[in-house]
């Protein structure tokens, strides 16, 4: 097991007392797979990708990384598995503006001390392999949006991770150049065996290509399941998420249902189940009782009284 979070929970101060962003947060990831984090803004994916990539440590839980127990490590050792243990893509593509693609590349190396003809050659091994060989001489300005995002793959492939950490990564691009992109990822992965964890708000996309879907809403996983038997969802949240999916294929006048209602504030969260003032199913026990994080099927979990039957 490469990644294991056992009741993970996160608070920040707030005021005399604190602001709970994650809540009881239970996740398992091997060698190799690609998982998709998803949920709206305010869910707590980013709070829980800065868990991961070891920028940030949880208030209580356990976060076991190869084995190791991350809370108990120094400021020094996280360092240490951030440099050569994980790689992280962003939404914004953060690269310097005067200057060319395999400069940018470069950058982190030139930082680490890397000789000049080193870090030239992985450079330029890391933009052929994103399909950037006639491009390294072009500085951003001259790059479209799916070719700078390229550039920071590249990046962060650098120091050959084991992991790469993607935080909305495709978000900002239009759907074709997203659907160019996840192709050069699951080809990147397939060649070098990276594990990919995605942090992403939707559905349909990461449906496409991940090997599991976790769905966070309010701090809380609310369903985990196998990428291919997304249809097969038990969650009244990812169920309704799912008729909310809009796709190029659908007849002209089929009805595209809207989840009513809206999300609670996290200082006003329902008791019981965070999502009983949105859900269809929502019976008396799940005002007063928040539902467990039960495996219903193998490898299939869901926080629900009710699950909705296939």
Excluded at 68 to 78: A, I, T
């Amino acid at each position: 097991m490469l990644i294991e979070l056992k009741n993970i929970c996160k608070s920040y101060p707030l005021g005399d007392g604190e602001l709970p962003i994650l809540k009881n947060i239970n996740l398992t990831i091997d060698n190799g797979e690609f998982v998709a984090i998803m949920g709206p803004s305010g869910s707590g994916k980013s709070t829980l990708m800065n868990i991961l990539g070891c920028l940030d440590k949880p208030s209580s839980g356990q976060y076991l990384l190869n084995g190791k127990n991350v809370e108990s490590l120094s400021s020094d050792e996280l360092a240490d598995i951030r440099n050569q243990m994980i790689g992280f893509v962003f939404q914004g593509f953060n690269l310097l503006s005067r200057t060319s693609a395999i400069e940018n590349v470069e950058l982190p190396m030139v930082y680490s001390g890397v000789e000049k003809n080193e870090r030239r050659q992985k450079a330029e091994r890391a933009l052929i392999d994103v399909g950037l060989k006639e491009r390294m001489d072009h500085q951003p300005s001259q790059l479209s949006g799916g070719q700078q995002q390229r550039v920071a793959i590249a990046r962060a492939l650098l120091s050959n991770p084991p992991i790469l950490i993607f935080d909305e990564a495709t978000s900002a691009l239009d759907v074709s150049v997203q659907d160019t992109i996840i192709k050069l990822l699951v080809k990147l992965q397939r060649e070098k065996g990276i594990t990919y964890i995605f942090i992403c708000h939707d559905l349909a996309l990461v449906s496409m290509f991940s090997h599991r879907i976790a769905v966070m809403y309010l701090g809380n996983m609310m369903e985990q399941i196998d990428g291919d038997k997304l249809s097969e969802a038990r969650h009244p949240y990812t169920r309704a998420l799912l008729k909310a999916v809009f796709s190029t294929e659908q007849e002209k006048n089929q009805y595209i249902e809207i989840l009513p209602g809206e999300i609670p504030s996290p200082l006003d969260i329902p008791t019981g189940c965070p999502f009983r003032n949105r859900c269809i199913n929502c019976q008396e026990r799940c005002a007063s009782e928040k539902p467990p994080f039960n495996e219903i099927e193998p490898n299939h979990f869901v926080a629900c009284h009710y699950p909705i039957k296939n």
